[in-house]
């Protein structure tokens, strides 16, 4: 079993969730839109601290790129 957790909300919507209370399930739909919502939390923190990283790393000199595509292509 899990915790419980209660929210307020208006009652125009909770008798909208009352009328569909056949169709859906409230329970599941809340815990799938909440763990959801954690994962999307935890991917943009990643990124973050993945761009923050990056904006350490120090830059590389100027015509790197030039240089190494040349590489690559005379390599061949």
């Known amino acids: 079993m899990g915790?419980?957790?209660s929210i307020r909300i208006p009652p125009e919507v909770k008798r909208e969730m009352d009328r569909l209370r056949g169709e859906v399930n409230w329970s599941e739909?809340?815990?799938s839109f909440?763990?959801?919502r954690i994962s999307e939390h935890k991917r943009r923190k990643a990124l973050q601290e993945l761009i923050a990283y990056i904006q350490t790393l120090p830059s590389a000199p100027g015509?790197?790129?030039d240089k190494l595509v040349r590489e690559d292509r005379d390599s061949r």
Do not use: L, S
């Open 3 to 5: 915790d419980v957790i």
């Open 29 to 31: 739909e809340i815990r």
């Open 34 to 36: 909440i763990k959801k």
């Open 63 to 65: 015509g790197t790129a």
